[in-house]
């Protein structure tokens, strides 16, 4: 008797969660970063999902099949925009439902809600510049964080208006946990304002302009077009003359250029982790901006 019963116990248990989890909201998110603001804010009522990993560059992926079956079911698109996705993203939207379409609340396109940086003079996607709209890798200033995530509060509470009280005490506690952050941030960063940067891709724009970094060059020699010859030599002479103190790179990027660089210079070549997962303690948005944080302080520590 005893048994059966615990077998019931087990069938129904089973059986519950089952439909908890159909209940969920399922978010189909391009970037790691957006993943885990949506567990940030979506907490136990959201199962979220990133296309894209830290070790791969989320400008080029491949839009495989297993993308179309996650983003079939999305309830929600939640991406950074501004053209990141642009080679992948419009082919797995077409097989998404109506409410996720453009223009609909299922649609959420970071950067439409931050200020975007690095805006170009004149549109030259034709010589293969892949930030035309300016810089889309918003989620590096903690700022635009909290500006994301007001948005997402305000999707969430619509899409699933029945937990609108959840999710804005998510959010409340978030933004509470993040502003914290922001200032322990702000007294950490002191010391290494002002440093002079070299990067790969301008991946870290956003992140540099609230260390108030320098950024001297990128050995890119457009947004995503990779280093020549003689781009890398320009460069050369340049820090040749002006001091450079290191080269950022994310776990993402060709090294080849930095590497030669680095041998050239004694310019060392550090690697972020941009994003969640880019590196062992960058597990959520937090970690991943401490871990940033320390790495700079560390690398720039005696310049
Ligand atoms: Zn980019």
Redesign the pocket.
């Known amino acids: 008797m005893l048994k059966k019963l615990g077998a019931l116990i087990i069938i129904q248990f089973i059986f519950s969660t089952s439909l908890y989890a159909n209940d969920k909201l399922n978010i189909f998110a391009c970037e790691p970063e957006w993943k885990s603001l949506a567990e940030e804010i979506g907490g136990d009522m959201v199962k979220a999902f990133s296309a894209t990993h830290a070790k791969q560059?989320?400008?080029y992926i491949r839009a495989r099949p297993s993308l179309i079956s996650k983003i079939r079911r999305a309830d929600l698109i939640f991406c950074s925009g501004a053209g990141?996705e642009v080679g992948w993203m419009p082919i797995l939207v077409q097989k998404a439902r109506s409410q996720v379409q453009p223009g609909n609340i299922g649609y959420f396109m970071a950067s439409k809600y931050t200020p975007v940086i690095d805006i170009p003079n004149e549109i030259d996607r034709g010589h293969g510049d892949?930030?035309p709209e300016g810089?889309?890798?918003v989620h590096l200033d903690p700022h635009n964080i909290l500006l994301v995530a007001k948005e997402l509060n305000r999707r969430l509470s619509i899409i699933d208006s029945k937990n609108k009280s959840f999710y804005q005490e998510q959010y409340n506690n978030f933004v509470d946990k993040w502003q914290n952050s922001i200032l322990r941030w702000n007294k950490e960063i002191e010391s290494i304002k002002g440093k002079r940067i070299i990067i790969h891709?301008?991946?870290f724009d956003y992140l540099f302009n609230w260390l108030q970094l320098n950024e001297i060059a990128s050995l890119e020699v457009k947004?995503?077009i990779p280093p020549t010859a003689s781009h890398l030599k320009n460069i050369l002479e340049n820090t040749n003359k002006n001091s450079v103190d290191i080269i950022v790179v994310s776990p993402y990027d060709p090294t080849e250029g930095a590497l030669w660089l680095s041998e050239k210079t004694q310019i060392p070549v550090v690697t972020l982790p941009y994003t969640i997962g880019g590196n062992e303690e960058s597990n959520n948005l937090i970690a991943l901006f401490d871990s940033s944080i320390k790495i700079l302080q560390n690398a720039l520590y005696d310049k």
């Open positions: 560059d989320p400008h990141l892949v930030h810089n889309p890798h891709h301008k991946s947004p995503g």
